[in-house]
């Protein structure tokens, strides 16, 4: 028997008594998040809602939103048009996002004041 097959043992169990479990973290957070919004009356869902709807909006498009209109739509002779919608919003998405963030906090800040003093009024 060699010296490491001889500590192999016990470091398992010092690792089994100290290491937490592989999922440990998540599921902590989880149920954290669980009872913060059982508490708040879910505004830390709406929160985590709109932030993952301005993410994919922010982020890149696997698809565009072309709007096109035919070669002579308007009268014989006429030009195709197309146009990307989703090209026209993007350049004005960091301030949407920004202003709706804005709101948003206030809002959060507004609710947790409500609920903090409900709470301690009773």
């Known amino acids: 028997m060699t010296q490491l097959a001889f500590w192999e043992p016990i470091a398992e169990f010092i690792r089994w008594l100290f290491v937490p479990g592989a999922n440990y973290f ?12 059982q508490k708040l009356g879910g505004v830390a869902e709406l929160y985590r ?9 922010g ?5 565009r939103m072309q709007a096109r209109l035919p070669a002579g739509f308007w009268f014989p002779g006429s030009e195709g048009v197309s146009w990307d919608i989703f090209g026209l919003v993007e350049p ?8 709706s963030t804005g709101v948003i906090v206030l809002m959060t800040a507004i609710a947790i004041y409500h609920h903090l003093r409900r709470f301690f009024q009773e």
């Open 26 to 37: 998540a599921g902590k957070s989880a149920a954290l998040s669980g009872h913060l919004n």
């Open 49 to 57: 809602l709109l932030d993952d709807f301005f993410k994919a909006l």
């Open 59 to 63: 982020g890149s498009y696997p698809t």
């Open 92 to 99: 004005m998405l960091p301030v949407i996002r920004a202003i």
